[in-house]
């Protein structure tokens, strides 16, 4: 089945700087990948989501890359915020289904 | 706009009880599904439902887990015999139809605390 890593755990960046949080999955049949930012205590929101057929996505200070031949994917948000704070989980699906979520990146800004 | 919800938000039981959970899904919505959250770690999948069957289930969906549509708006998580190890955040979401890579959305939660 599918595997899903992510790396850092953990992020800690200064106001203003970007981050940049990286996931890799297993299974080449994977065509649809979410991003999902979790605030303590709330429910996962989808923040992007890319799909097999795209490589690159943006939407303001977010953005999402897609490797497919070396089966990684990667979150990018520049000018980051004190609200921009949470954890951040990956996900890789087979159209859209059983989604198999990465273990999650606290994400940190530090004012 | 539109959202999932789930009741209840809290849930304690004792070991060995029934509990349901509930989840309203997105009233255009189709596809299902439950997902539970042991603290601090990642979401993970249970079961999916659609047109009135599980169509997916992971390892953790074992036979103390079923899921139910019994109306037309509400979709139930039942675990029959429940375990310490249950205890965790159950998501329950929703995706739309008509597309064939659907975006789910997920309710607030039901936090579940075995004793």
């Known amino acids: 089945g599918e595997n899903v890593e992510q790396h850092p755990s953990t992020l800690s960046v200064q106001e203003g700087d970007s981050a940049v949080i990286k996931c890799t999955y297993s299974?080449?049949?994977?065509?649809?990948f979410p991003w999902y930012k979790q605030e303590l205590g709330k429910r996962p929101q989808l923040i992007i989501d890319?799909?097999?057929?795209?490589g690159e996505k943006k939407d303001q200070r977010i953005a999402v890359t897609l490797n497919k031949t070396a089966k990684h994917f990667s979150l990018h948000i520049t000018e980051t915020q004190p609200e921009d704070s949470a954890v951040y989980f990956c996900?890789?699906?087979?159209?859209?289904?059983?989604?198999?979520f990465g273990p999650g990146t606290r994400l940190s800004v530090l004012p | 706009e539109p959202e999932v919800t789930q009741t209840p938000s809290h849930q304690v039981t004792q070991m060995g009880q029934e509990v349901i959970l509930r989840c309203v899904p997105i009233?255009?919505?189709?596809?299902f599904y439950w997902y539970r959250q042991i603290l601090g770690q990642k979401v993970e999948f249970l079961v999916s439902?659609?047109?009135?069957?599980?169509?997916?289930k992971s390892e953790i969906f074992d036979d103390q887990f079923s899921v139910e549509r019994p109306d037309g708006s509400n979709f139930t998580l039942k675990i029959r015999s429940t375990k310490l190890e249950d205890s965790a955040m159950y998501f329950c979401?929703?995706?739309?139809?008509?597309?064939?890579?659907?975006?789910?959305?997920f309710g607030p939660g039901t936090r579940l605390t075995v004793l």
């Open positions: 890319i799909r097999s057929n795209v």
């Open positions: 009233s255009n919505h189709l596809y």
């Open positions: 979401a929703s995706s739309r139809p008509g597309l064939r890579i659907n975006e789910q959305f």
């Open positions: 299974d080449s049949a994977s065509n649809y």
């Open positions: 996900a890789a699906s087979n159209y859209g289904q059983n989604f198999v």
């Open positions: 439902f659609y047109n009135n069957e599980i169509s997916e």
